[in-house]
């Protein structure tokens, strides 16, 4: 079933991620969290359906789950 049929063309291209004119990429900040277990998931699966642009896409997701790998060896640093 596609997506457009679902949802309606105008709808999905208002939902996408396109730079707004503050230069946003308005709720794609959310993919900073796709590291999170069962959330992320979702966060990335949302994207996917708004058709979040895949550059955006790479950089946020990549910056995230960097981070969290930056956290745990920091953790794991001060324990041993």
Do not use: C, E, H
Not at 25 to 31: D, K
Not at 34 to 43: I, K, L, M, T
Not at 50 to 75: D, E, H, I, M, S
């Amino acid at each position: 079933m596609a997506w457009r049929a679902v949802f309606g063309a105008r709808r999905i291209r208002s939902a996408r991620n396109v730079p707004d004119p503050d230069g946003s990429v308005g709720g794609a900040w959310g993919l900073l969290f796709a590291w999170v277990p069962f959330v992320g998931d979702v966060f990335v699966l949302g994207a996917g359906l708004a058709g979040t642009r895949f550059a955006v896409f790479v950089v946020l997701v990549t910056a995230g789950k960097a981070g969290r790998y930056w956290l745990v060896a920091q953790a794991v640093a001060k324990v041993s």
